[in-house]
């Protein structure tokens, strides 16, 4: 079944084809990052742009 399908594609199919395996094999990857990263790594990638070195600043100015 597959092969009568195969040989019935043309050219511009053949590419729609190809880019939606590309994108099924991506998520497939990320989904699977993404389940065996350890919640301690994505905690602190999660707050590196907040530690930037300089001490807290205070949360209200004085008016």
């Known amino acids: 079944m597959f092969d ?3 040989k019935g594609l043309s050219g511009q199919q053949t590419y729609l084809i190809f880019s939606l395996w590309i994108f099924l094999v991506f998520f ?6 993404l389940f ?3 919640k301690q ?8 742009p907040l530690e930037d070195g300089t001490p807290d600043a205070p949360q ?3 008016l």
């Not at 497939?28 to 990052?33: D, E, R």
């Not at 790594?41 to 590196?48: G, K």
């Open 4 to 6: 009568q399908f195969v």
């Open 28 to 33: 497939v990857v990320v989904s699977i990052l």
């Open 36 to 38: 065996i990263t350890k």
């Open 60 to 62: 209200s100015l004085p």
């Open 41 to 48: 790594h994505t905690d602190y990638m999660s707050d590196l």
